[in-house]
C-alpha cells in the first residue's frame, strides 16, 4: 500500500507552539524503540514529550513564545524535583532520574486528565488533518468546526485515508497503523531530522543569538562524552609544572587531587565539550559554579591561563597533537593554529568569547562571582 507521503510533508505547516513538534517527535522514538508497537497510550506520549521538551527547557533555558506553556507545564509539574536534574548536564544516570520524575507526576490521576487535555486535545487531530480530505475542508472553530465533526470523521474515513494512526478516545490511546510504524521504523533518522529542522526554525524566533540551538533540541542518546582524556593530560602537566598552574578563579595552586574540568562558558549555553573553552579549576570552586557564567573581569585570567597552556602542551605532547591542540583552541575564531602566538589572536579570542558571555547574560544566565 502506498502512503500518502504529501500529506506528511504538511504535518507542521501550521505551527503556533511546540506541541506538534515534541508529539511527533515523541512518537516516533517511541515507535523505534519498540517496532512491534500497535498502539500508544496518552500517558506515554506525554511521558516521552515532557521527557524531550526538558533539556531545552531546564538545562538550556530555552525561551518559548507566550502561547507556548510547555515549560510553565513542566515547572509546575517537577516542582518538587531536585535541582541537579534541571543544571546539571546529562548523563545515563540523570536522564534515567528524569523520566523516574516524570513517572511519578503523572501518576496522579487528575494531573493526567489535566495534561491530556492541555498537551494533546489539539495536537492529536491537527497532525492528521492533513490526511483527512474532509477534514481540510473544516474551520477550526464554529458549530461544524474540525474538532466538533472530528471523532466521526477520523473514524468513519480511517480505512479510506490511511493515516499514521486512529485516536482511540475511550481507552485514552492512539491505535497505530502498521504500514506507517514499517515507514517509521525504516526512515525513523530522515524523520527525526526533519521534525528537528521544524522545530529549529520555529524556536529561532525567540532565541535567535543562542548558538548550538539544533543540538539543544536533538535528544541526546545516552551517554556523554567523557572529559577523562582532558582530565588526563592536565594531570601530567600539573605534575610536570609543580605549583605553577592555578585556578583563575580562587589563585589556589593545584594538585591532581583538588581540581576538576570546567566549562568557562557553563556547557548549559554552549552544549559542547570542545576544548577551547574548558579549563582546569579548584574542585570546590566548580562546584559552586554549576551553571552560571563567570564575570568579565575573568575573560582576560581565562584568554591568558589558555595561551600559556601552549608552552605546557609543547612540553608533554608529540608535534602532531601539540598542532591539534593549538587548532583546537584557533579554529573557533577562524585563525589557522600558526597563528595561536600572534597579538591579534588574544584580541579576537577575547572579543568572541565577550560576545558568547553577552548572549549567556541576555538569555538569564546567572553571574558567578567567587
Avoid at 500497535?38 to 515532557?50: A, Q, R
Avoid at 536522564?95 to 487528575?110: G, P, R, V
Avoid at 485515508?161 to 515507514?183: D, G, H, R
Avoid at 600572534?342 to 547574560?361: D, G
Wanted: charged residues 25%; glycine residues 2%.
Amino acid at each position: 500500500m502506498s502512503l500518502n507521503i504529501k500529506a506528511l510533508l504538511d504535518l507542521f505547516s501550521n505551527t503556533n507552539t511546540s506541541y506538534k513538534f515534541l508529539y511527533f517527535y515523541a512518537i516516533i522514538r517511541i515507535i523505534k524503540k519498540d517496532p512491534l508497537k500497535k498502539s500508544i497510550s496518552f500517558k506515554e506520549i506525554i511521558n516521552e514529550m515532557l521527557v524531550l521538551a526538558w533539556l531545552p527547557c531546564f538545562q538550556f533555558n530555552l525561551y518559548f513564545r507566550k502561547q507556548d506553556q510547555i515549560k510553565v507545564i513542566l515547572k509546575n509539574l517537577t516542582i518538587n524535583s531536585k535541582s541537579s536534574l534541571k543544571n546539571n548536564k546529562p548523563t545515563n544516570k540523570i536522564i534515567k532520574e528524569i523520566h523516574h520524575s516524570i513517572d511519578l507526576a503523572l501518576k496522579n490521576d487528575l494531573t493526567l486528565k489535566t495534561l491530556e487535555n492541555d498537551l494533546l486535545r489539539y495536537v492529536m487531530v491537527r497532525l492528521v488533518r492533513p490526511f483527512y480530505k474532509r477534514l481540510k475542508k473544516l474551520k477550526e472553530s464554529g458549530k461544524v468546526s474540525m474538532f466538533n465533526m472530528s471523532k466521526k470523521i477520523l473514524e468513519d474515513d480511517y480505512e479510506l485515508e490511511q493515516p499514521p494512526y486512529l485516536i482511540n478516545y475511550n481507552k485514552s490511546k492512539i491505535t497505530l497503523n502498521s504500514n506507517w510504524v514499517q515507514y517509521i521504523g525504516d526512515h525513523f533518522h530522515f524523520l527525526e531530522l526533519w521534525v528537528l529542522d521544524g522545530w529549529h526554525k520555529y524556536m529561532q524566533y525567540q532565541n535567535k543569538n543562542t548558538p548550538s540551538l539544533y543540538e539543544k533540541l536533538k535528544f541526546p542518546e545516552l551517554k556523554r562524552i567523557s572529559l577523562d582524556k582532558h582530565r588526563k593530560f592536565w594531570k601530567e602537566l600539573i605534575l610536570k609544572n609543580k605549583g605553577q598552574i592555578k585556578c583563575i578563579f580562587s589563585n589556589k595552586i593545584l594538585t591532581i587531587n583538588n581540581f576538576d574540568i570546567d566549562h568557562f562558558i557553563c556547557w548549559n549555553f554552549l552544549a559542547h565539550d570542545q576544548e577551547w573553552n574548558l579549563i582546569p579549576i579548584y574542585s570546590k570552586v566548580n562546584k559552586l559554579k554549576n551553571n552560571k557564567i563567570p564575570a568579565k573581569e575573568l575573560i582576560e585570567p581565562f584568554i591568558n591561563f589558555k595561551i600559556k597552556s601552549f608552552k605546557f602542551a609543547k612540553e608533554i605532547l608529540t608535534n602532531k597533537k601539540y598542532e591539534e591542540y593549538l587548532a583546537e583552541h584557533s579554529n573557533f575564531i577562524n585563525y589557522s593554529s600558526t597563528d595561536c602566538f600572534n597579538s591579534n589572536y588574544k584580541l579576537k579570542y577575547l572579543e568572541e568569547i565577550t560576545l558568547l558571555m553577552n548572549k549567556a547574560k541576555n538569555q538569564g544566565f546567572e553571574i558567578f562571582e567567587y
